[in-house]
């Protein structure tokens, strides 16, 4: 074979090649809405909203709290959430999630993973951590599938 045959198969190769590839998604938009999610879902905490909470979990979500049992499904998460984030309000406290930390979406599946702050009404921090929401997209809608988190702080004797 000449040189030029080999060179053009070697391109017609590559050409074919490249053209399986699969394309690279842009995964911006869906991770901009998963990174509003935190903020959003600690303003309606802090206002003490069970019914937009609730609202950002699909109905076989889970949630996992920390020192207490899973709540799976929308009715266990609203009565966890209504009851914390009224304990929460009757001590003065505030939960703050200022945005999102790591955020990534791969298909159907995202997450996002941060840091919180709990503060006192003057504002000194009561409590700190972390926590990680897997989000889930159906019908073109992201909403939490999983989600936890944890206190830095040690446990209380």
Known sequence: MSALRIATAATAALLMLAGCQKAVD???????????????WAAAYNAGDADALVAMYWDDAVLQPPGAKAAAGRTAIRAFLAADCAATRGAGLTMNIPEAGAVDASGDLAYEAGSY???DASGATVDA??????????????????DTWNSDMPPAP
């Open 26 to 40: 842009d995964t911006s938009a869906d991770e901009a809405v998963i990174r509003m999610s935190a903020p959003a």
């Open 117 to 119: 702050t709990v503060t």
């Open 129 to 146: 951590g972390k926590y990680i929401g897997v989000f889930q997209k159906r019908d073109g809608k992201w909403l939490y599938i999983r």
